[in-house]
């Protein structure tokens, strides 16, 4: 969707409602990325499965304690995850997590 008056993208959101309906399944909804999508940056990544869901739950904008109540591990469980994700892929954040994921997607995309 175009934004008239900026000119700018507006990305998909869902209501809390959806997210905490999602909470539990193997379906959740992700504001961004399809599953197979997801694959193909995990892969790019080269994250294991519980990376992936891990930063996927990160874009989609989970705190940790959410996260683990998704995954069904404890809170710092998804901590110690999260510190080995940032060292893998060389980054200090959350939102360096977000770039890194949508910089391979944007690279993957382009190549199709």
Do not use: N
Request: glycine fraction near 6%.
């Amino acid at each position: 969707m175009v934004d008239e008056d900026t000119s700018t993208r507006r990305l998909p959101t869902h209501s809390s409602a959806e997210l905490e309906r999602s909470r539990g399944r193997d379906e959740r909804p992700s504001a961004f990325l399809d599953t197979a999508q997801w694959s193909s940056v995990g892969r790019a990544l080269r994250l294991s499965p519980r990376e992936l869901e891990i930063s996927q739950s990160v874009v989609d904008g989970l705190t940790e304690a959410e996260i683990a109540q998704r995954l069904r591990i404890s809170r710092h469980t998804v901590h110690s995850h999260l510190e080995r994700l940032y060292r893998k892929l060389g980054i200090k954040s959350r939102c360096a997590l977000v770039v890194r994921f949508f910089g391979a997607y944007v690279s993957i995309d382009g190549r199709r």
